[in-house]
């Protein structure tokens, strides 16, 4: 398989006087004070796979044919026969499906997940085919079942369709489009044998799609999980407990949810309440009278109220037995875990933060590329040239296209993001002026709750703004957070006490850090702080891009007064236990004026 460099040409201009302000789009190039210099040679770590339109096809008709032989729609935990811990009663089968017409519009962000390994043979009897659906819940991430992707290599044998409720005819993708899979994450806690510890996964794409993405609800959300609840699961899987053939084209069905009482009286110790949720009628015993998702639906969405509360994960073999329920991976345990990889701050497609950093002599800006958790965290750093003549840069993946940008300003006040535009460089999208009435300005995530990240201003007057982002580099009218916060320096990128919504740090006059929780809208945007503890006047800068270490919580990296890095590692909970203690980075980091 072919191999396509990753990393596009990034370069900017070294001071405002090179760019053309009057235009909306500004083509971006390297600069230096004798022209330009090449850019140097890309890390390893930033190539994908280069899969053709082809190959993906050959992938979903191999897929096809190999579940015509054999129709186990995805791979199946299999109970185990002596006892263990993770042991199955056997009542476990991780394959569903079900459901009515329904229609690409009412679901554009349902995907089909295509798997097909020939194992390197002409033999077909070895060959693996699985099917199982997901969510678009970015331009390039899509959410599934952990069942789906665990133990398989979906870059190497994946294709993603889009955009269509029908499956593929041959190369027929009726309207749709295809992408392949770049990168995979299986919920560590998952637990392979039973389907318990939140079986949940994230796949990258190689390609970001243009379709409307899904949002996972929130963790302090009680209400979708109500008894009666009506919920929505979408699928192409069987439509009959008497047939093994997926459905051709985008089912729905509406079922309401159960508590979890309801799953564990039938199904006992295989139902584990807080990372399962149930929902559905019991079974009738026959395909008439039940209503319920069945083989092929799995990794598909439980919506309820225009969130996803469960992912498909596991029901009876052929989903009508008497009395039975369907059972749901239970989103809200997991969102800040799910929602770290799908806005995972990264500038080398490896899933982890990066850094970015400029010179204070000379404007030479650098990535530095995360280590993950082990020192010094932070590796290699890759010469991205002169950055001079900016007064604040920030990282921030504006368009959520997995590619980060930079949003920068000049020092005329004008605001620009620096974001790739699809084909191979950077384009300058410009923002706007008057920006310079800004004392800081950072890109915590998304705090109005739209799927999108925003921005946060500090202006002269201590009076902090939201700025709801739109997805395209740009910002909708800005919402008053507050006053009053002139003493504080803000910084934070990414969900700290772990409810599924990003939040804000913010460090006082008298050297105090506080933890501002997002409440998911705009306004109020902040709730009640907590203390995360004093002391912290004694760093000059803070740098917020993510999560460093891989663990799912984003991690704070401040700099003190003698020029020392040091790693805060999240913990995922708020007040004085925010961060664990902290690990020296490296010395020698007083020379940087600004950090993303």
Known sequence: MASTSRRPRLGLPAAAAALALGGAVLAAAPAQASGTTP?????AVTEKPGVSHAELLERIQGSRTALKNDPATAPTAAPKTSPSPEASSGTVDPKIIGGTA????????????????????ADPSDDEGYFCGGTLVAPAKVLTAAHCVYGLNWAKNGAVVAGTGQLPDGSDLHGGRVAGV???WVNPTYKPATTAGGDLAVLTLTDALPY??????SSSDTASYGNGTPATVYGWGRTSSTSDDLSLTLKKATVPMRSDSACTTYYG???????????GNPASGQDAGTVSPCNGDSGGPLVVKGRIAGVVSWGVQDCVQTGAYSVYAKTRSYVGAVNARIDDADLDFDGLADLFVRRSSGGGAYEYYSLGDKWPYLGNRYSIGDWSGLSLVRQADLNRDFYQDYLYRTPDGVLYDYAFDGTGSYR???????????KDIRVP???SGDGLPDLVAKDKDGVLWLYPGKGNGLFGTRVKIGPGWSAYTITGKGDYNNDGKPDLLARDGSGVLWLYPGTGVASPALGTRTKVGPGWNIYNAFATAGDYTGDGKPDLLARDGSGVLWLYKGTGLAGSATFKSRVQVGVGWGGFDLFG
């Open 445 to 447: 995530g998304d705090l």
């Open 269 to 279: 110790s295989d139902f584990v309440p807080g990372q399962m949720t149930c929902a």
């Open 182 to 184: 770049w990168r995979q």
């Open 428 to 438: 300058s999208i410009r923002v706007g002026p008057g920006w310079n009435v800004m």
């Open 212 to 217: 409307k993405t899904l949002q996972l609800t």
């Open 39 to 43: 850019v140097p040679p890309r890390p």
């Open 102 to 121: 329904a229609s690409i519009t009412e679901a554009p962000w349902m995907v089909q997940l295509h798997y097909y390994d020939d194992k390197g043979t």
